[in-house]
């Protein structure tokens, strides 16, 4: 039990073009989710923490209006990626705690590879 | 908000070996401690996890230690395996208040190569 599904797994746009990905958990019930970003040989940077029924809180220095984060149920969120540029190019991965065990472990996504060309 | 540093950034290690990783906290309120493996491409996995009322953990051939007092904590593997080789990620997560509520805050990662 207990499994993040993320789609695409990979994605390849052009420059200026709109990018979604789906972040689902598929046996459990999530009311927060998280997004990381993370680069190659790089640690997993969390970009912004989804809440359902709620907005997302960003962290420092992420662009809420370039990444777009909708958690509209309790086994879905999305993050948009907007007019997206080379330099967003990027793996990302979303993770998901239980409703019932809120302080318990997070569960990973297998992340999406995004190629901005 | 905590800040997680771990060392060291390479490891490499002969196969049967012990390989220990550390980390340091910042924030005494950090209560959850988990250790991660992640091989190229994928995503991270949980291969143990530590609360602060605990000192010690383990689980077969991996262990982790904690020092609530030093705000340090380490992964212990022993009779390493090839297997064992990929990217391993400390974290941290406070559950009391404040901006580092609920996040896990990880740490740099430690490329691990265990040569057979």
């Known amino acids: 039990g207990a499994v993040v599904s993320q789609h695409p797994s990979r994605v390849i746009c052009k420059s200026g073009t709109s990018v979604k990905i789906e972040c689902r958990s598929l046996?459990?019930?999530?009311?927060?989710m998280f997004w990381y970003r993370q680069f190659p040989k790089k640690s997993l940077m969390l970009m912004a923490t989804?809440?359902?029924?709620?907005?997302?809180?960003?962290e420092q220095g992420v662009e809420k209006d370039k990444f777009l984060i909708n958690h509209a149920s309790l086994t879905l969120s999305t993050l948009t990626v907007t007019s997206a540029h080379p330099e967003d190019s990027s793996f990302y991965i979303c993770?998901?705690?239980?409703?019932?065990?809120?302080?318990?472990?997070?569960?990973f996504g297998p992340g999406t590879r995004l190629t901005v060309t | 908000g905590e800040n997680v540093e771990q060392h060291p950034s390479t490891l490499s290690v002969q196969e049967g070996d012990s390989a220990v990783i550390k980390c340091t906290y910042s924030?005494?309120?950090?209560?959850?401690f988990p250790w991660y493996k992640q091989e190229l491409g994928k995503r991270p996995q949980l291969i143990i996890d530590?609360?602060?009322?605990?000192g010690e953990k383990k689980d077969q051939r991996i262990a982790v230690t904690l020092n609530k007092t030093a705000k340090h904590f380490s992964l212990h593997i022993t009779e390493t395996q090839p297997e064992d080789s990929a990217v391993y990620f400390c974290?941290?997560?406070?559950?009391?208040?404040?901006?580092?509520?609920?996040?896990?805050?990880f740490g740099q990662g430690t490329i691990l190569t265990v040569h057979p």
């Open positions: 924030d005494s309120a950090s209560n959850y």
């Open positions: 974290a941290g997560r406070s559950n009391a208040g404040g901006t580092s509520y609920g996040k896990l805050t």
């Open positions: 530590i609360r602060s009322n605990v």
């Open positions: 046996d459990f019930q999530a009311t927060t």
């Open positions: 993770s998901a705690r239980r409703i019932d065990i809120p302080f318990g472990e997070q569960y």
């Open positions: 989804s809440n359902e029924g709620s907005k997302a809180t960003y």
